[in-house]
């Protein structure tokens, strides 16, 4: 299944109410929400943030809404954290997964797509290992919100959604600061490792530079993309020259099917020469943060004492993904508003 | 009403506040966002001065409990901080303007979720009649007659009858 990104689709529709507002029935990338976009979905995390601490997190405001996760790869963490979101909005879910489905009979995306919306659902959470699926599956269907949660190399919107929320929770909490701007304005952040295979790279440096972070890809030359054209970043192949100068080190998961495709020689050499070992761990300032998008390859990418230790925010990082996800799914399928901000 | 008489206002309905509940033990103001807000923190600084002791005073949004979702843009305004469990309390709950009554069974709603309240009071500045829904306040600053198309505006500066809202 391959598909281009360029599928025409309509991204805008006029609401169903008529007189309603503009507004954006999909999020497929993190281009399409720009710096406004991304701040209105940080404002409204925090609300979602505070629903989530009460003694009961959950809220009526999508009921009767259905929302259908379709993943055609392996996933724990982001299937969960949209269903929870959905759950915890009160939408009905239901879940797709390849393996004990038609496809194993030969239905194809498109029909299994039809099939699933005459059944009448309000959002498709997609993932799929062919680029631009999340595209294709929007100009196959006309009620429903396609929702990216990864496709391919490209993109993964929402991880760097929650990324970007909490790096700004984690800054304002160490430096004892009131839950400020929304900017990640002056920050300096490394992401550290497979660039080329990764679309939460991919993602987070769209939203990081949008919001005025300066980004540095640390990796090895056979990991980084054939063309850098159009990415607003630094690059460096040396780990720690990097490390003392950043506010914020995201390392990659190193995906080990990787090491067949001869780009790197073993997992011992790159740990030798990129991981974030405990040595290097004490050249990071004192509050800057570790992140991983997960699944943590423990003492390749990262060291289990540096996973674990007090400068890492990976569990944070997941329980806001629930957040910010609620918030992505009220804003397309509750809240009328266009997601654009215009 | 000038905001003396808004002043005096808040001062009644601290007393029947107090009144009602045989003092303020167990009693919690929450103020709607985002109007109610203001008033609640005045109400709260009158009972505490009345009473003695002081009162918590917390805030709500209802956004995500509105009935109207997906019929106009709904967006939560501010933030909710409700600091304790609500179970077993008598909450206040405090607006600025009462008119359809719509807010005040979101608000109902969301109460439900911080726990059981031992009782929900409603306390408004104004209210201007045309409730839509079978609410009523407990403790009301002035009665304000008004037509549907008007528009009720309460500040620092008292309480205004404003223009006709363009429809």
């Known amino acids: 299944m391959t598909a281009t990104s360029e599928t025409s689709s309509p991204d805008l529709v006029i609401d169903a109410t008529g007189g309603g507002p503009r507004r954006r029935r999909h999020l497929m990338s993190v281009l399409d929400l720009g710096r406004e976009g991304i701040e209105e979905v940080l404002r409204l995390t925090d609300s979602f943030v505070e629903v989530g601490e009460r003694a009961i997190p959950k809220v009526p405001a999508l009921r009767g809404k259905t929302v259908v996760s379709l993943f055609f790869e392996d996933s724990t963490r982001t299937r969960l954290s949209f269903e929870t979101a959905a759950k915890r909005l009160s939408a009905d879910t239901m879940s797709f997964s390849v393996s004990t489905s038609s496809v194993k009979k030969g239905e194809s995306l498109r029909d299994t797509v039809e099939t699933i919306e005459a059944m009448g659902v309000d959002a498709f959470v997609v993932r799929h290992s062919g680029a631009g699926v999340p595209w294709q599956i929007a100009g196959w269907t006309h009620g429903p919100s396609v929702i990216n949660a990864g496709d391919g190399w490209h993109e993964h919107p929402t991880q760097a959604l929650l990324d970007c929320y909490t790096i700004r929770e984690q800054r304002a909490h160490r430096l004892g600061l009131a839950p400020g701007p929304r900017s990640l304005g002056g920050l300096r952040i490394a992401i550290v490792g497979d660039i080329r295979h990764s679309r939460v790279a991919r993602s987070d440096v769209l939203a990081f530079t949008a919001l005025g972070a300066s980004v540095t890809l640390v990796a090895p030359p056979t990991l980084l993309p054939p063309s850098l054209a159009g990415w607003q970043v630094d690059v460096s192949h040396d780990i720690e020259d990097v490390l003392p100068a950043v506010d914020v080190v995201y390392l990659l998961r190193l995906q080990r099917e990787r090491m067949q495709d001869a780009l790197l020689p073993s997992l011992r050499e790159y740990t030798a020469t990129y991981g974030l070992t405990v040595r290097r761990a004490a050249l990071l300032r004192p509050d800057a943060l570790v992140m991983h998008p997960g699944p943590v390859n423990r003492g390749v990418e990262v060291a289990a004492e540096v996973a674990d230790g007090p400068a890492s925010v990976i569990t944070r990082q997941v329980a806001n993904g629930v957040a910010v996800r609620m918030a992505v799914l009220y804003l397309l399928l509750g809240s009328g508003v266009d997601l654009a901000g215009s | ?167």
């Open chain 2, 1 to 167: 009403m000038d905001p003396d008489d808004v002043r005096r206002a808040i001062w009644r309905m601290a007393h029947e506040i107090i009144e009602h509940n045989h003092g303020v033990e167990r009693v919690v103001l929450i103020g709607l966002q985002t109007g109610g807000v203001d008033i609640a923190r005045r109400l709260g600084e009158a009972i505490a001065s009345v009473a003695g002791q002081g009162v918590p005073v917390g805030t709500l949004d209802v956004a995500f409990y509105r009935d109207d979702i997906g019929l106009r843009p709904v967006l939560p305004e501010a933030a909710t901080e409700i600091p304790m469990d609500l179970t077993g309390v008598h909450v206040v709950l405090v607006d600025d303007v009462l008119f359809t009554g719509r807010t005040v069974r979101a608000a109902l709603n969301a109460l439900s979720d911080f726990g059981r309240a031992t009782s929900i009071q409603l306390a408004v500045m104004i209210d201007r009649g045309h409730r839509e829904l079978p609410i009523r306040p407990d403790y009301v600053g002035k009665n304000l007659p008004t037509r549907r198309d008007e528009m009720v505006d309460v500040s620092e500066e008292g309480v205004v009858l404003g223009d006709v809202v363009p429809r």
